[in-house]
């Protein structure tokens, strides 16, 4: 059972000599305080029925006072709902957890409220990639919760469960799930590692939504000549998103925001050294004539190899640029496959898987491939390749059935 009592903080006077009136809670002889926003002298405070006094000749008029004790009742309301709420889940409680919510429902600390703190450091240390993912996951938790507002404690495993059912219910594919959970599982521990009251037992592990494993596309080599002969003069756009996905297939697959992050100075002595941004690992790529060919056509007066990128020094800039040439490179890309007469859904990406799966044909080792895509294990190559590997199988299956 937990103890209420509105009362005069008397351990604080003030320099007028008021005192902060407060509700105290106690619960398993821990005390916590609430504090309203009212500050009593003694003779305006009627501590045994939990009233402010009007005094003839007072300060406050009697509609102030009858103002002060509605307000007062409906902080009491409110407090007396969430020890409620706390008492049905028949969880081992304190006060503090009382406290914490009353919190969050007035003074704004709701999961939201601290998933936008969260993308805002995350923007101050320039993780603009784990910003755009924060935001994506912050809107469809808004809009699961709707007007119910949800403190961090509140995620438990009925909370993602419910969250869960309620994305597959909106027809939310299986990998998108786990984007979003994901998302929230790291806010969530962000949440533990800053120390706030959450709930005791990690709540993801309850998901029934396991992340299913996408086809890697790739095209063969017949239908890469077709890409790099084809006469798109008439088209800048498309000339260009078929270049760069050259490019990226000519440089061992190198991944698309690493091409539009490549800087000149990373190109001498007939050797492109970047470091890839998502392993922050260094790569050097010998400059083949293709290569070369394909940096003088593009030749500009930026720092990048290819005029992509607007506003130097300017880092949130860069990246919403890199995410707009992403964009448009990949629908450009699919008017390139529907012109050379492909039926694949042509894509930036399927550069770097082609490049593998050609390599692998071609004899390399899975250790030079993975070293030439810049994997730190090869248990990622090995899933690249896989569907390699399972056409290798296919075709000697054809060649074996054929009776």
């Given amino acids: 059972m937990t103890s209420v009592k509105l009362k005069l903080n008397r351990d604080r006077v003030l320099r007028d000599g008021t005192y902060p009136l407060v509700f105290q809670l106690i619960r398993q002889r821990r005390k916590k305080l609430i504090y309203t926003p009212f500050k009593l002298c003694e003779e305006e405070f009627d501590e045994e029925h939990g009233k402010v006094l009007c005094l003839s000749g007072g300060l406050r008029s009697p509609g102030e006072v009858r103002r002060m004790n509605r307000d007062i009742a409906q902080q009491r309301r409110s407090i007396d709902r969430h020890i409620e709420t ?60 709707g007007p119910r507002i949800a403190g961090l404690a509140d995620v438990d495993g009925a909370f993602v469960r419910d969250y869960e059912a309620w994305l597959l219910r909106r027809g939310v594919c299986p990998n998108t799930v786990c984007y979003y959970m994901r998302n929230l599982k790291s806010v969530y521990n962000q949440a533990v590692l800053d120390g706030y009251p959450v709930c005791a037992s990690s709540p993801f592990r309850f998901l029934h939504v396991r992340p299913q494993r996408t086809v890697k596309r790739a095209l063969n080599r017949e239908a890469l000549r077709r890409i790099a002969a084809a006469d798109f003069t008439a088209h800048p756009h498309l000339d260009m998103a078929r270049d760069l996905f050259l490019f990226s297939f000519f440089s061992r697959g190198m991944p698309f925001v690493d091409v539009v992050f490549l800087q000149k100075s990373a190109v001498r002595g007939g050797v492109i050294s970047y470091r890839r941004h998502k392993t922050g690992q260094w790569l050097h790529v010998e400059v083949t004539p293709q290569l070369e060919r394909l940096m003088e056509k ?23 640029g890199y995410r707009l040439a992403l964009e448009r490179v990949n629908r450009n890309l699919k008017r390139v496959a529907q012109k050379c007469g492909l039926d694949t859904v042509l894509t930036a990406y399927v550069a770097r898987h082609s490049w593998a799966t050609l ?10 491939i993975s070293e030439g895509l810049g994997h730190t294990s090869e248990k990622t190559t090995q899933i690249y390749l896989k569907e390699f590997d399972r056409r290798v199988v296919d075709r000697v299956n054809r060649l074996v059935s054929s009776l």
């Fill in 359 to 368: 390599a692998k044909e071609s004899g390399a080792p899975v250790a030079v």
């Fill in 298 to 320: 593009y030749a500009n007066d930026s720092p990048w190899v290819f005029p992509l990128l607007e506003g130097a020094g300017d880092k949130l800039a860069q990246y919403r």
């Fill in 86 to 145: 706390l008492e049905l889940r028949r969880e081992n409680y304190t006060a503090a957890d009382v406290v914490f919510r009353y919190r969050v429902e007035h003074d704004g600390l709701s999961l939201l409220h601290y998933m936008d703190r969260q993308i805002g450091e995350r923007e101050r240390s320039e993780r603009f990639g784990s910003v755009a993912a924060l935001r994506s996951t912050r809107s469809s938790v808004a809009a699961f919760l």
